[in-house]
Nanobody
């Protein structure tokens, strides 16, 4: 069983920055290196959850077009933590942000955190 706990959300003015953290814990198999990928998703009110960024177990990254050049995903295997550095934040970035993990045997992300609220004021 893996637990994902997000932190770092909050209220920030447009143009500001936040860094989200996702601490992973659980059994030995919950080490980041054993997952195929870790991802950050977000869901704004009235909208579907969308993938913001993900990082594979070999360090490849991918971003939604809306955040390219502004957000950076990274992982610290020693701390078993994944980060999302968010710069130049816009009001449209306001959402609940979720951390997720994907195992090699699963087609989709199957483990989720509880989410952390990010609110960007104009």
């Amino acid at each position: 069983q893996v637990q994902l706990v997000e932190s770092g959300g909050g209220l920030v003015q447009a143009g500001g920055s936040l860094r989200l953290s996702c601490a992973i814990s659980g059994s030995t198999a919950s080490r980041i290196i054993f997952f195929a990928a870790m991802g950050w998703f977000r869901q704004a009110p009235g909208k579907q959850r969308e993938l913001v960024a993900h990082i594979t177990n070999v360090g490849n990254t991918n971003y939604a077009d809306s955040v390219k050049g502004r957000f950076t995903i990274s992982s610290d295997n020693a701390q078993n933590t994944v980060y999302l550095q968010m710069n130049s934040l816009k009001p449209e970035d306001t959402a609940v942000y979720y951390c997720a993990a994907k195992r090699h045997i699963d087609p989709n992300f199957g483990s989720w955190g509880q989410g952390t609220q990010v609110t960007v004021s104009s």
